[in-house]
């Protein structure tokens, strides 16, 4: 099993930054790759970055050049630093771990973002 805790998340301005934390516990070595996923009320969930145990960090289009993932797979941590936080951007951002094997992938509880004036 793993575990994973985020925290982070508020309510911000436009233009205003935030930072997000997942860190795993339990069966840590099996995790391959974790990232970050956003759902908007009444919207399916996104990929929003990823990255995985050898680096190769991806992020989506939307957010390209204003959000960074960041952390180390293979010690069960993983960050997401937002800029430029638009209106958009509002949504829970849940943490999510894949793990070698084809074992089910592992999600958090989510954290709430919400970017408002």
């Known amino acids: 099993q793993v575990q994973l805790v985020e925290s982070g998340g508020g309510l911000v301005q436009p233009g205003g930054s935030l930072r997000l934390s997942c860190v795993a516990s339990?069966?840590?070595?099996?995790?391959?790759?974790m990232g970050w996923y956003r759902q908007a009320p009444g919207k399916q969930r996104d990929l929003v970055a990823t990255t995985t145990r050898s680096g190769n960090p991806y992020c989506a289009d939307s957010v390209r050049g204003r959000f960074t993932i960041s952390g180390d797979s293979a010690k069960g941590t993983v960050y997401l630093q937002m800029n430029s936080l638009k209106p958009e951007d509002t949504a829970v951002y849940y943490c999510?771990?894949?793990?070698?094997?084809?074992?089910?992938?592992?999600w958090g509880q989510g954290t709430q973002v919400t970017v408002s004036s």
């Open positions: 999510y771990a894949d793990r070698f094997g084809g074992i089910p992938r592992s």
């Open positions: 339990g069966s840590i070595l099996t995790v391959r790759a």
